[in-house]
C-alpha cells in the first residue's frame, strides 16, 4: 500500500513542518503544520496542484522524485498565492522551465507582483477545463474563501476537490495522509482554530462557496493543509457550513483579565451557574494567559460569550480589549453576551466592553453586564450569578 496515494492517479506530495512556531508570525503551531501539494497524473498530462513554503521546496522536490521520477509536472495549478503554498513557485519553475503555471486573472497578477514571472502562463476563468487524459481539472472561482484570487480544483472522474485552505487545519501530518487511515480527532479542535483565525473573517464568501461546490460529487476533499477527507467529509463540510453562517454550538466562552483576583472570582461564580444550569460546554481563558488564538476558536465555536475585566488605568484591562478588538475584526455575529468587571474608584472597564461589544454588532439580543467595586461580595456575587442565569436561558432557549 502507497500510504501517500490518495486514489488511482492522485497522490500527496506535500510536506511537513514542526519547526515553525508561529504561522503567518502569529499563531502558535503545537503540532506542526502540513504544506499540502498534490500530483494528479493523467494518461497525456501530469499536473501539480499548489506548491509549499519556501523553505519546504527541498522535500517536495524529492516527494516528487519519489512520486513522478524525473518526468516534469506540465501545469503548477495555483488555488491560493499565500506564501505558504505559492512560496516556492521561483524554484519549481527553475527546476521545470516548461511548466505551465495555471490561474485565474487575480492569481497571475499575483504571480507577477511576487515572483516577478509573466511568461508560460495559463489564465483559466470560472468552469474552464484542462484535460490531463482520462483525468480533468475544472476550475472553480471562489474568492475570498482567504484572499481574493482563491480557487478549488475539481477532478470529477475521482470526484476529488483540491480546496486550498479551505476544509484545512493546523496539526503535521502523522504517517498517513487520509482520514480513513488515521485518527484524525486531534485535528478537529486545530480546524476551529484555523478557521476562526486564518478564514473566520470571511464567513459570507465560505459560505457562497459552499453553496457553489454544493451540487460537486465528492469522494476526496483535499485541502492545502491538514489531512485529505474521505470518509467524514459530511462532519468537516457540516463544521465549515456551520461556522461560516456564524452559528454558535451550545456552550459559554468566559474570558477575563484580572490582575489580582476579584474579576477572576466573578468568572469563577459565572462558570458554577452556567454549571448548575446545564451548561456543559464551559471554556474559561485567562486573557493574560491563553493564546489569542485559542481564545477566538472558542468563541467561534459556542454560542454564548461572557467577557470579564478590571477597569485599568481608566480604561479596559489591555489583554481583553485585544480579544474584543480581535473579535471586532471578523465580524462575528449572533453570540448570546454577558459582560462583567471590577474596579476600585471609577468604573470603565464594563462600560469600554459594552461599547466594543456595540462596535462589532457581536450580539443577537440584549447584553446583560454585572460590575462590582472592588472585591465582589455577596450581592456582586448574586448578581453574577443572575448574569449566567440570563446567559443559560437564552441559550436553552434558542
Ligand atoms: C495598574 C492599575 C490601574 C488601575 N486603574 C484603575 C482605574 O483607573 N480606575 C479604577 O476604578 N480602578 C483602577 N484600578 C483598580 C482595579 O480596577 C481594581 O482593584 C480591580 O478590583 C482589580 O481587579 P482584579 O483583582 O481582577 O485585578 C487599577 C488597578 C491597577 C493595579
Partial sequence: MNIKEICDGIYYVGVNDRTTHRFEALWPLPDGVSYNSYIVKGSAKTALIDGVELSACDRLRENLIATIGDVAPDYLVINHMEPDHSGSVRVLRSMFPDMTIVGNAKTLEMVRGFYGIADNVMRIADGDC?????????????????????????????????????????????????????????????????????????????GKALQKVANLEMDFICPTHGPVWHEQIDRVVSIY?????????????????????????????????????????????????????????????????????????????????????????????????????????????????????DESKLYCDEVVSVEAKQAPGADAIAECRRLADSVADRILRS
Fill in 241 to 357: 457550513d456551520r461556522l461560516s453562517r456564524y452559528e454558535g454550538e451550545d456552550g459559554v466562552t468566559i474570558v477575563y483579565g484580572s490582575m489580582y483576583g476579584n474579576t477572576e472570582d466573578m468568572a469563577e461564580a459565572i462558570a458554577s451557574r452556567l454549571a448548575e444550569r446545564g451548561i456543559r460546554n464551559i471554556r474559561m481563558h485567562n486573557a493574560s494567559v491563553s493564546h489569542l488564538s485559542y481564545i477566538l476558536s472558542d468563541i467561534f465555536r459556542y454560542k454564548g460569550l461572557i467577557v470579564g475585566a478590571p477597569t485599568y488605568s481608566n480604561t479596559l484591562f489591555p489583554p481583553v480589549e485585544a480579544v474584543m478588538n480581535a473579535v471586532k475584526t471578523r465580524e462575528l455575529k449572533n453570540r448570546v453576551i454577558g459582560t462583567f468587571g471590577s474596579f476600585t474608584w471609577a468604573p470603565q472597564a464594563v462600560k469600554r466592553i459594552n461599547q466594543l461589544m
Fill in 130 to 206: 484542462i484535460d490531463l487524459g482520462g483525468l480533468s481539472l475544472k476550475f472553480v472561482i471562489t474568492p475570498m474563501v482567504h484572499w481574493p484570487e482563491t480557487m478549488m480544483t475539481y477532478v470529477a472522474e475521482r470526484k476529488a476537490l483540491f480546496t486550498g485552505d479551505a476544509f484545512g487545519c493546523f496539526g503535521a501530518l502523522c504517517g498517513a495522509v487520509t482520514d480513513s487511515d488515521m485518527n484524525t480527532e486531534p485535528y478537529f479542535p486545530e480546524m476551529y482554530r484555523y478557521y476562526s483565525n486564518i478564514v473566520g473573517k470571511y464567513g459570507m464568501f465560505v
